[in-house]
Each structure stands twice: as C-alpha cells, then as structure tokens.
C-alpha cells in the first residue's frame, strides 16, 4: 500500500512544477500577443491590397488600351 506523504513533502515536489507552468503561461501569453499583432498586420495588407478581380480587371482594361494606342499610331503613321 502507498502510504501518503506529507505536506511539506509535496509541497517540495510541486514547487519546480509550478515555476515550469508559470513560465510556460508567460511564454504563452507572450506567444499570443505576437499572433494577436501578426494577425493585426495581415488584415490591414488584406484590406490594402486589391482583389484578384481588380488586379485582373485592370490587367485587362491596361491591355485593351495599349492596344488601342498601339493600332493608332499604327494607322496614322
């Protein structure tokens, strides 16, 4: 049978434990601010950025009016 320890016994055993858990809480906490940040960042460039409907529109729209230019000079040379 396991006979039970004492307080001060577990006490002496659990202490390392609980430094290990406080800092792990600290690294995550820490961990959590810098994704919080990130995540800030990324949501700022997203609403930035053009969508890949307007990039394509205006790819398209450069295009067809390059082409027009191209085809004038070409008919009043």
Do not use: W
Request: aromatic share 6%; with cysteine; hydrophobic share 40%.
């Amino acid at each position: 049978m396991v006979e039970p320890i004492s307080r001060d016994e577990f006490l002496a055993h659990i202490e390392p434990i609980r430094g290990n858990i406080q800092e792990l809480v600290q690294l995550q906490r820490e961990q959590n601010g810098r994704v919080c940040k990130m995540d800030t960042r990324l949501g700022i460039l997203e609403d930035r950025a053009p969508t890949r409907v307007a990039a394509t529109i205006g790819a398209a729209t450069g295009t067809f009016a390059g082409g027009i230019v191209t085809f004038l000079q070409y008919l009043f040379k």
